[in-house]
């Protein structure tokens, strides 16, 4: 039996020990005990926490894995990375883990590699701000975090200072970059690579709840985008990936569409995107089992994408700005909801991901709109 290590415990890797264990994998969850829902699932659970690299190498020296993966989580892809190294694994070098993780290390590369990006400028001190002719509006955002953390537009000087705090303060390494905002439209990209070849599996339309903080309430598949832009889309996503040197397994890249139709890098993730994109859409929209494939990659097994039937699918997060989709999933009356939840009857005026009260997923055969 093939012995899989997963870093994380929590919901988000939850469907890949699931996905795992249907194929008869043993599967080895490193994580803390808090929030470890994985627990309970898993055959194998251990109380270290994900960064804790050396601590995992030695377990998994020991257990004698045969792949490590993790999915939906940042701060997990450079352990993933350097224990992949270190026992001659399929996975990304350590350094395209550390690039890939921080915005402003990926901003260099997208600049040496001419993938057009929004300017931007790093800080570490909100003292010490040299905004070299920027353009208001700004994006502030700290360098190290997901799911909207620290995020938050900035229209004048006034702001600039407060918005710099609230990043430096979910950074990890206190350091945070301003951009300067795109408008347009948000869509993500899901890929899976192999030895430096990158294949497109699909594309996302993002929602968002707009300024100031841009979290994101909607995803759906496939894109309507023109078939014009797409391909852009695509050309761009090769290049970011080459740029960042990511050449196995899943990843997830954001873009911004402006509206005469350029498209602008805003950042790449080597690992499968979260809000169930990578663990639910794509299967329910192309028929690709990305879960079970990017499991396959970490193993050392790899075989060309094929496509079943195209079917719309998406999701609709809950909050108190989304409010009116309670209803739809307490009545559960709609045929194409395939998944649904209520986490937390108290809905939140969001400024991150995680201040999301709940979800629908849908599969159909056209996009629905709630």
């Known amino acids: 039996m093939k012995k899989l290590a997963i870093i994380g415990a929590s919901y988000l890797q939850l469907p890949l020990v699931r996905k795992a264990r249907e194929m008869g994998i043993e599967t080895h969850c490193f994580a803390w005990l808090e929030g470890a829902v ?42 993933v990375s350097f224990i992949s190294n270190e026992l001659g ?17 990926m901003r260099e590369r997208f600049i040496e590699s001419n993938v057009p990006s929004p300017k931007f400028i790093l800080t570490e001190n909100i003292r010490n701000i040299n905004l070299r002719k920027m353009n208001y509006p700004l994006i502030v955002k700290p360098t190290d975090r997901s799911g909207s953390r620290g995020v938050q537009k900035v229209t004048k000087y ?20 301003i951009e300067e905002y795109i408008e347009g439209r948000e869509v993500s990209v899901e890929t899976i690579s192999w030895d430096g070849g ?42 970011a990936l080459n740029a960042l040197n990511i050449k196995y397994g899943a990843s997830h890249s954001e873009y911004k569409i402006t509206a005469n139709n350029k498209v602008f890098a805003i950042e790449v993730a080597a690992r499968m995107g979260g809000d169930f ?21 970490a193993l050392g097994n790899f075989c060309k994408p094929i496509f079943g039937k195209q079917r719309y699918s998406g999701i609709y997060f809950l909050s108190y700005e989304t409010q009116q989709i309670k209803q739809v999933i307490v009545e559960n009356k ?23 009260s709940g979800y629908l997923i849908y599969q159909g055969s056209r996009r629905l709109i709630l």
Do not use: M, W
């Not at 309970?40 to 020296?61: A, M, Q, V």
């Open 89 to 105: 694994l399929i996975g990304n070098g350590y350094n395209v883990s550390n690039v890939s993780t921080n915005k402003f290390f």
């Open 277 to 297: 994109i990578g663990s639910d859409l794509v299967f329910l929209s192309t028929g690709y089992d990305y879960l079970k494939n990017t499991i396959n990659v």
């Open 198 to 239: 990158h294949y497109i599996l699909a594309i996302t339309d993002k929602v968002t709840t707009g300024e100031p903080h841009f979290v994101e309430i909607e995803h759906h598949q496939p894109t309507n985008l023109s078939i014009e832009v797409q391909n852009k889309i695509k050309k761009e996503t090769v290049n």
């Open 158 to 177: 006034e702001n600039l200072n407060d918005a710099v705090t609230r990043a430096l303060s979910e950074s990890f390494s206190n350091s945070a970059i």
């Open 38 to 79: 994985c627990k309970d699932e898993c055959n194998y659970f251990y109380n270290i926490s994900t960064i804790d690299k050396e601590e995992i190498l030695e377990k998994c020296t020991e257990i004698g894995i045969d792949g490590i993966l993790t999915i939906a989580s940042d701060i997990a892809v450079p352990t």
């Open 334 to 356: 709609i045929k194409e909801i395939v998944s649904k939840e209520i986490t937390n009857e108290k809905l939140k005026i969001l400024e991150k991901s995680a201040d999301r």
